[in-house]
Each structure stands twice: as structure tokens, then as C-alpha cells.
């Protein structure tokens, strides 16, 4: 599985960015696509989560309600739409791909990796 992320770029505080991860390669050993940010000097971090073939989607608490993971699986592709911007949501932005059927916010636990995308928020 190879994944291919990108959309991020250079927001003011309040504004929107729409990050996209697409999926080539063995497509159908994924259950699940997260993303992750990690900013300097921190630790990756799981921002959210959407299951393959669709159901529930999960988010950490300080992005709840300012972010939204969505998927289209005939374009392969899912979707972080990223609203009402903070500087604290600075960071790297990466997707991630598990085949594991339960629900996981490690790093660790994701098998697919795409390359970040720089997300930066002036103040």
C-alpha cells in the first residue's frame, strides 16, 4: 500500500485547509486511515480516524468540531477538512493506513505510512 498526502500549505488563525491521503497499491488489506500531525520537538500525535468501507470516525478532543475526516472510496482518497485553524495545530500532517479491525490511536499500530504534509497557522 502506498499513500500520497497532500493539501497542506501556510493558513491564518481561523481559516481552512482540506488535506487529502490517496491509496494505491493492495487497497484492500486496509480497514482503517488515521491522521496524524507531529510538531517540533513533539511526539506524532493521532488527530482521527476512518474506518475503510465506512461507520464511525474518531478524533482527539482538541479537534473535535473544528475537523472532519471523510473518505471517497471510488477516488481511494481520504479527507481531513480542517476548519477554524489554530496556531497550535502547526505541525506535520501525516495519513496512515492499519489493517487492524480495532480501533487504534498508536502510531505503532498503523502499517502504512504516507509522507507529511507541512501545515503552518500564523497567529
Known amino acids: 500500500v502506498q499513500l500520497q498526502a497532500s493539501g497542506g500549505g501556510l493558513v491564518q488563525t481561523g481559516g481552512s485547509l482540506r488535506l487529502s491521503c490517496t491509496a494505491s497499491?493492495?487497497?484492500?488489506?486496509?480497514?482503517?486511515v488515521g491522521w496524524f500531525r507531529q510538531a517540533p520537538g513533539k511526539e506524532r500525535e493521532f488527530v482521527a480516524r476512518?474506518?475503510?468501507?465506512?461507520?464511525?470516525?474518531y478524533y482527539v478532543d482538541s479537534v473535535k468540531g473544528r475537523f472532519t475526516i471523510s473518505r471517497d472510496n471510488a477516488k481511494n482518497t481520504v479527507y481531513l477538512q480542517m476548519n477554524s485553524l489554530k496556531p497550535e495545530d502547526t505541525a506535520v500532517y501525516y495519513c496512515?493506513?492499519?489493517?487492524?479491525?480495532?480501533?487504534?490511536?498508536?502510531?505503532?499500530?498503523?502499517?502504512?505510512w504516507g509522507q507529511g504534509t507541512q501545515v503552518t497557522v500564523s497567529s
Open positions: 476512518i474506518n475503510w468501507s465506512g461507520g464511525p470516525t
Open positions: 497499491g493492495r487497497t484492500f488489506s486496509i480497514y482503517a
Open positions: 496512515a493506513a492499519t489493517s487492524k479491525y480495532y480501533y487504534v490511536t498508536a502510531p505503532v499500530e498503523y502499517d502504512y
